[in-house]
């Protein structure tokens, strides 16, 4: 949202136009304006296509399935996000169409990046209560990463013999994965 508000304020070229209401027409923005809002919309679409499945399934994680109780608070609490989903987005379209046309985009993209900051601060503040989080003394999830991608690129050009012997050399190897079924 930070980057739409910022392609608006790009493509804002004088206030005065949109106190007259004239309409910016699109050729004249800059091709590197254009591209800009279209990097900013293509990154809102990918950050809610990872946002609204982990929203679900975090919420589930923080009840027992095997409590009948929190069973029963679990499946409200589907009801509830969706309703709240559901409402938000149904309250928020009128006053946010009524800015962009009558204010200026810059503010009708502001407020909800000011919104989903705060959104952000609160759920950081609540870190510490959540049911099932892990605190490990490992390094965190993208240096794991880059380790595979830098064991990848020293054993790219092995030998499948060398690979069997540097996969038994290994620590921490699963009982099962010396099946055949896994080879």
Same mark, same amino acid.
């Given at each position: 949202?930070? @980057? @739409?508000?910022? &392609?608006?304020? @790009?493509?804002?070229?004088?206030?005065?136009?949109?106190?007259?209401?004239?309409?910016?027409?699109?050729? %004249?923005?800059?091709?590197?304006?254009?591209?800009? *809002?279209?990097? %900013?919309?293509?990154?809102?679409?990918?950050?809610? %296509?990872?946002?609204?499945?982990?929203?679900?399934?975090?919420?589930?994680?923080?009840?027992?399935?095997?409590?009948?109780?929190?069973?029963?608070?679990?499946? &409200?609490? *589907?009801?509830? @996000?969706?309703?709240?989903?559901?409402?938000?987005?149904?309250? &928020?379209?009128?006053?946010?169409?009524?800015?962009?046309?009558?204010?200026?985009?810059v503010v009708g993209f502001g407020i909800p990046c000011i919104m989903l900051f705060v959104a952000l601060l609160l759920f950081l503040a609540g870190t510490n209560t959540y049911r099932y989080n892990v605190k490990r003394e490992e390094n965190n999830a993208f240096s794991r990463i880059s380790k595979v991608f830098v064991e990848a690129a020293r054993n790219w050009r092995l030998s499948p013999s060398s690979e069997k012997a540097i996969e038994e050399g290994v620590q921490g190897t699963l009982s099962h994965q010396s099946s055949p079924k896994f080879k």
């Open positions: 949202m930070g @980057l @739409l508000t910022m &392609s608006a304020t @790009l493509s804002s070229h004088d206030p005065h136009d949109f106190q007259h209401k004239q309409k910016i027409m699109p050729s %004249s923005c800059s091709k590197f304006e254009v591209i800009f *809002f279209f990097i %900013s919309l293509y990154v809102v679409a990918i950050a809610e %296509s990872g946002h609204k499945p982990c929203t679900q399934a975090f919420g589930a994680d923080q009840f027992d399935g095997e409590d009948p109780k929190e069973r029963q608070a679990k499946s &409200s609490y *589907f009801n509830w @996000l969706n309703f709240s989903i559901c409402i938000g987005l149904s309250v &928020s379209r009128v006053p946010l169409s009524y800015v962009q046309d009558n204010i200026n985009w």
